[in-house]
């Protein structure tokens, strides 16, 4: 179990992601356009994007998640209408989390946000490559084009027992009526 500092590139924002282990959460990588669509939108994709389009993702609980500072600078959009909230900030356009709703133990957040002292064995090996049907080019690890079932067990085992647990909250991301803290950005 290990803390790792949670901030966006220039440090504005900063926070605290508790006691990640590769037992706690889903090391994933994601090639879908969903994604690569987001990192886009905010601009400078080579930064969030590997060469084949995916994001190095640990997927956790949002009470596993602490911020400290910059939260004014969290901004919100989301793909479509229905889509995952996906959280960057306004300071650096840095991505720090992807999640569900208020109800969902899911926060999915990029590596690229995350820093401190072992880290690598915090998050340990990609336990999934998926959507792979978007990818660009052949990965080197093949993704299932989707999702595999073994991904699937992972998330939903890790949804179920955090949603028992009741690991949605506290969380930084929505108040108390299930709101984003930022207001999605609307779309043109
Ligand atoms: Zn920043
Ligand atoms: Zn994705």
Redesign the pocket.
């Known amino acids: 179990m290990t803390d790792l500092s949670l901030?966006?590139?220039?440090?504005?924002?900063k926070g605290t992601v508790k006691n990640v282990s590769p037992k706690k959460g889903n090391h994933m990588v994601c090639y879908c356009d969903d994604c690569q669509g987001f990192a886009k939108y905010i601009g400078n994709e080579e930064k969030w994007l590997d060469e084949f389009g995916g994001t190095d993702l640990f997927q956790l609980a949002p009470s596993q998640v602490e911020i400290h500072q910059?939260t004014d600078?969290l901004r919100c959009m989301r793909m479509t209408p229905k889509g995952v909230y996906r959280f960057y900030?306004?300071?650096?356009?840095?991505p720090i989390v992807n999640t569900i709703s208020r109800k969902m133990p899911f926060a999915g957040i990029p590596l690229t946000a995350l820093q401190g002292e072992g880290k690598d064995a915090a998050v340990g090996p990609v336990k999934c490559y998926v959507m792979g049907k978007f990818a660009k080019g052949t990965p080197p690890t093949y993704p299932h084009p989707k999702f595999s079932f073994a991904s699937l067990v992972a998330v939903m085992s890790f949804m179920l027992k955090n949603k028992i647990q009741g690991n949605n909250v506290p969380t930084p991301f929505f108040n108390d009526n299930g709101q984003a803290v930022a207001k999605p950005d609307k779309r043109d």
């Open positions: 901030q966006c590139d220039c440090g504005a924002l910059g600078q900030t306004a300071c650096c356009h840095s």
